[in-house]
């Protein structure tokens, strides 16, 4: 037998010992974890752009930085319809109602501002961070004065001394004043701006202040709407009344920053090695961030200063029946480690979830795909379904209906599909009837959402459903059905002709109508091809203008788009959220800032009855104001009124508290694992198929024992010849 030969059959039989022998999942691709740490893995497809908490607004950054940063109240997980309660805060703040002399006034006058007195718990802690390292003089310990200084340390990890100090009032103040510093570019600045008091002229007086290069230490600076009573308590004064500022104090922009941190990422020569605050998070929440490579990875551990927080003791519904309450009254968090892996590709992900190496199907916004639809549900009597594979296994199955809405939307400052006129309303309203939705949801959301009719989405207050809900400029009502039904071509055809487009051409010059949406993704996808054939049933070319992410962003601020494709979730549960897409000043161009206007959409009406109904409290007056507000938007049809989404996740059966909130993301602290299960079923669900290999080795025996025979005898007859 020759050489060669000799070593395919020694390779061949070790990786066959090693395949049966093995006592762990063979096809792991999760580094070896310590067995006294209960660790989660899972994943994520955008990479997050920002960490810094005034500055992050998109639910793919809050998937970590909600665990890292705690503002004073949060949402209660289990309660439904949602809750808050207090986070660091010792409970809900206190509103009294001032007039124009600061004094509280009785019931039945109008106010002129609302004072919001918040009280925070004793003994909050800053997790382990260099900033507050100190020397034995009390100064700080790394304080540097040129990048030279600073060369030896590119990560946190190079600092050896790390420290912490108590939460207090001056944290939570400062970053406030950090929202309102425009160089922050918090996108919050706009609307905070017409509520806290002084923050606009507090934002011009910072940037006269600041000269190129040069960190302002903004305690300096007074706001006037700021006020600190002690060191756990302070005070935030706004205009008028504003019910849902609460909902306000429970999102991360509202979080503390210690002005420690500000001042030690702004040392000579950190920008440039990405020791940012935009890239280094720094909280008092249940876990933080101790490696960002978000290229690979990005991984969150328990943080060891944890405040005491406990499992909640109530639930809503079925909870207890679901096991939602069996952990009620235990320490938070359950989990001492999280690592989530950077996986773009739809199949990569589903694959390493079916295999137990992925808790979860999906962590972010990304979740089940078309690709993987299939694999998971399946139709049944009762709608939809764990197919038999994934009930097999025991996924557990978890619905989230989150307040959003998903939109196409016009340039109301564009001359051609802008404007307010009756010929210009008309035009979107063609548009918006043969632009078919429901169709876009079954083809390409797999059927998991419902077409909307105005800008409110199901579960909110002010919504409606049915005929009473119809957006009577898009559909019939079908007493047949008794649901509604798109208006017909031929009708948005003549909608179009009184336009002034009679079959797709200007009426005058006969030129045919092209419109251009402007995008990020290229014009080949199947999604753009179904654009363009719902403009095409009223014969219009729809022409896409692709760029990249950076560039769209500053077409949308500049308004130099015509139609695009826009997207919203709710910050908070309240109609206000959803209606204040479309007040005016919050209009990008408008307002020169990053508003959420996207469309720059202007009535003047509108604008009066939104700020009845953002100091409304819910009742028939609110809900009338609302009313009015969704048929003027039906109207001027400054969206193509789109989706309402609908989200389904799978955890694997070692996953315990999986409830989803639609509101909040700050839910990782509630997650606990069965780390044995895991195991267990990894090992029991990756068992390699050895039969193949194993019909290799006896095929090439017996190729091989032969060849071995026929050796020996020419081997004896040589000797014998000798």
Known sequence: MNRKATRYLAATLTAATLLTGCTGSWN??????????????????????????????SSEEGLFLDQIYEPPLQYHFLK????????????????????????????????????????????????????FAKDQEGNPLYLFS????????????????????????????????RMGDPINK???????????????????????????????????????????????????????????????????????????????????????????LDWNPIGTGPFMMTRNVPNREIILERNPNYRDDFFPSEGTGSDAEKGYLADAGKRLPF?????????????????????????????????????????????GPDGLELSKAMA????????????SIFYTGFNMLDPVVGGYTEDKQKLRQAISIAFNDQEYIDIFKNG???????????????????????????????????????????????????????????AETGKPLILYMDTTAQDTSPTADWYKKQFAKLNIQLEFRTTDYPRFKEKMRQGNTQIFRWGWLADYPDPENFLFLLDSRQGLVKCQCNGSNSTNYDNPEFDRLYDQVKSLPNGPERLAAINQMVAIAQQDSPWIWG????????????????????????????????????????????????????????????????????????????????
Request: no cysteine.
């Open 28 to 57: 792991d691709p999760n580094p070896p974890a310590d067995p006294e740490l209960n660790v989660y893995f899972g994943n994520f497809a955008t990479r997050p752009k920002h960490l810094d908490p005034v500055r992050s607004y």
């Open 80 to 131: 439904r319809p949602y809750e808050l309660e207090p986070a660091t805060a010792k409970e809900l703040p206190e509103v009294t109602f001032l007039n124009e002399q600061l004094e509280p006034i009785p019931d039945g006058e109008k106010p002129a501002y609302s004072l919001i007195t918040i009280k925070l718990k004793p003994g909050t802690l800053y997790q382990p961070h260099p900033a």
């Open 146 to 177: 040129t990048p030279e200084e600073s060369a030896p340390y590119t990560l946190l990890q190079d600092f050896p001394v790390q420290d912490t100090r108590l939460l207090t009032s001056d944290d939570y103040i400062y970053q406030l004043k």
């Open 186 to 276: 918090s996108p919050l600045i706009g609307l905070m701006s017409d509520y806290i008091v002084g923050m606009k002229e507090f934002g011009q007086q910072v940037k006269e202040a600041r000269q190129e290069g040069q960190w302002l230490d903004l305690r300096d600076f007074d706001m006037e709407g700021l006020q600190k009573v002690d060191d756990l308590t302070y005070t935030i004064r706004i205009k008028g009344v504003y019910p849902q500022f609460n909902y306000w104090l429970a999102m991360r922009f509202f979080s503390p920053i210690p002005f420690e941190a500000d001042r030690f990422y702004h040392n000579p020569g950190f920008e440039e090695k990405n020791l940012t």
């Open 335 to 379: 989990i001492d480690k999280a690592i989530f892996r950077y996986e773009k590709g739809a199949t990569a992900k589903w694959s390493k979830f079916t295999q137990g190496y992925y808790d979860r199907s999906g962590d972010d916004s990304s979740n089940i795909n078309t690709a993987t639809f299939d694999h998971a549900f399946t139709v």
């Open 392 to 403: 097999g296994r025991g996924i557990v199955l978890d619905e989230e209906v989150q307040p």
């Open 448 to 506: 998991l959402g419902q077409t909307a009719h105005g800008p409110i989405p199901p579960g909110l207050f002010g919504y409606k459903s049915g005929q009473a809900g119809m957006n009577g400029y898009v559909f019939d009502w079908d007493e047949k059905t008794n649901s509604p039904v798109r208006k017909s071509i031929e009708y948005a055809k003549q909608l179009l002709s009184e336009a002034g487009y009679p079959n797709g051409r200007h």
């Open 643 to 722: 989706f309402n989404r609908k989200d389904f996740y799978l955890s694997n059966q070692w996953v315990k508290n999986t409830k989803r909130h639609g509101i909040s993301q700050a839910t990782l602290k509630y997650v606990r694992l069965d780390q044995p299960v895991r195991e267990e079923k990894q090992v029991a669900w990756n068992a390699p198929n050895i039969v193949p290999l194993l019909g290799s080795i006896g095929l090439l025996l017996a190729l091989i024992i032969p060849g071995i025979g026929a050796y020996r005898r020419r081997q004896k007859l040589t000797i014998e010849t000798e």
